[in-house]
Nanobody, 114 residues
């Protein structure tokens, strides 16, 4: 069973930065397109960024220019660098494949204060 473990969240003021990490428990990671998702209270979970096995990335319009997704295939880890954070970015952040192939991890809480 593949497990996803997210970390790196926290409380930050608007304009600040955080770097999230997600480690996948299987080397299959290397061929997967991975995504970062977020879910704010009362909202559906949404995809904010994705990255293919070869490193091509895509972003939701709401985070484009502020967030950067990257990966380290040797460590089975995908990252999300979040800059210029806004209160609207407050949510629990999760990783998964772009097809949501695996059970969700516990997520990591990001709270941005105004």
């Amino acid at each position: 069973q593949v497990q996803l473990v997210e970390s790196g969240g926290g409380l930050v003021q608007a304009g600040g930065s955080l770097r999230l990490s997600c480690t996948v428990s299987h080397s299959i990671f290397r061929i997967l397109t991975m995504g970062w998702y977020r879910q704010a209270p009362g909202n559906q979970r949404e995809l904010v960024a994705s990255i293919t096995a070869s490193g091509t990335s895509n972003y939701a319009d709401s985070v484009k220019g502020r967030f950067t997704i990257s990966r380290d295939n040797a460590k089975n880890t995908v990252f999300l660098q979040m800059n210029s954070l806004e209160p609207e970015d407050t949510a629990v952040y999760y990783c998964n494949t772009n097809s949501i192939n695996y059970p969700w991890g516990q997520g990591t809480q990001v709270t941005v204060s105004s």
